[in-house]
């Protein structure tokens, strides 16, 4: 999987019993989530692969005891740019 690496922490505002994200901001842009889907993982729970409305693509990390998510890495688009990242 090739991508930017990061691991900041995101503002989100999350809905339904899971806590699942609606939207978050990051880098002071607030981005609305079009689709999340769970990354199966024996290693690691709490992993998602996220798209928001504008295109961003990026992979995303529930931390439980401290009810706080990350962005862990930005995907590139499906056109090879940057997925909404700038």
């Known amino acids: 999987m ?13 809905v339904g019993p ?3 994200p609606s939207e978050f901001t990051w880098r002071g842009k ?5 689709r999340l889907e769970r990354m199966q993982s024996a290693v690691r729970q709490g992993r998602y692969h996220l798209t928001t409305a504008d295109g ?8 439980h005891e401290r009810r706080t998510w990350h962005i862990e890495r930005v ?3 499906q056109s090879g740019g940057s ?4």
């Open 2 to 14: 090739t991508g930017l690496q990061l691991h900041a922490r995101l503002w989100v505002r999350s």
């Open 18 to 20: 899971m806590d699942l």
């Open 30 to 34: 607030r981005h609305v989530v079009r």
């Open 56 to 63: 961003l693509r990026c992979i995303v990390s529930q931390d």
């Open 75 to 77: 995907l590139p688009n």
């Open 83 to 86: 997925g909404g990242w700038k």
